[in-house]
């Protein structure tokens, strides 16, 4: 959380805010290093792993065991984001999926390459983080409850990015929300459930598989509307 915290602080991150700046001037393809944040998410959870938990890394979620199963869950919660997102974003289905559209037309190799990236970002260090550690620990703790209990904190540790957003939209390109604040708590409300039966997948099929899947639809969700909105794309 600290880590998160400092990341995305508006006067705590400028020694990230001027590596961003460096790496778009060596190349366009920033989207291949930003956000740093998550380079770090991967040390920490390495970290974790090797160093406090290094009997057990069965947790991970790297299980053969109901793939298929948790493959297919995650598909339709994926596939499901599609369409309440829009509808909370007063946007039609047709118009995301148009939007999405757009963005492979556009440049299809940034596409291909950009969906890489959320797939190894957005959803494999998420998920091992949020799910393969947090669920697996506040499941041995709490038992079914720590569904609960590691899906709240999924959630806050996102605050401090939804507040960066909402606070410096243009410079994260992003919609104007109005209150940071206001904006930041809307966000966990909306966001909360989603997170909750991420949890409940990986609870029950103990594969990452899922998850992944459904939070690299979620991304791409949220990425086509984006671009109705604002006409950006993250390539």
Same mark, same amino acid.
């Given at each position: 959380m600290l880590i998160e915290i400092f990341i995305w602080h508006p006067k705590l991150n400028k020694p990230f805010k001027r590596l961003y700046e460096w790496q778009t001037r060596k190349t366009s393809l920033r989207f291949y290093l930003f956000p740093n944040v998550y380079i770090l998410r991967l040390i920490v959870i390495l970290l974790i792993t090797f160093f406090v938990l290094f009997e057990n890394v069965g947790y991970l979620g790297f299980s053969r065991n109901n793939l298929s199963i948790s493959f297919v869950a995650g598909l339709l919660l994926g596939c499901f984001s599609f369409f309440i997102m829009p509808k909370r974003s007063n946007i039609s289905l047709k118009k995301v999926l148009g939007g999405f559209k757009t963005l492979f037309f556009e440049n299809p190799l940034g596409f291909i390459v950009y969906s890489l990236?959320?797939?190894l970002c957005g959803g494999l260090i998420e998920e091992l983080i949020f799910r393969g550690f947090f669920v697996s620990v506040c499941a041995g703790i709490f038992g079914f409850s720590g569904i609960v209990v590691a899906s709240v904190i999924n959630t806050i540790w996102h605050l401090p990015t939804?507040?960066?957003y909402s606070k410096? /939209?243009? %410079?994260?390109e992003m919609p =104007? %929300?109005?209150? /940071? =604040?206001v904006a930041s708590i809307k966000s966990a409300l909306q966001v909360f459930p989603f997170v909750l039966v991420l949890s409940i997948i990986f609870y029950f099929t103990n594969n990452l598989t899922g998850p992944i899947v459904a939070h690299f639809l979620s991304d791409y969700a949220g990425y086509s509307i984006r671009k109705i909105k604002l006409n950006k794309t993250p390539y």
């Open positions: 990236f959320l797939l939804w507040y960066a410096e /939209p243009e %410079a994260h =104007k %929300a109005g209150s /940071p =604040k």
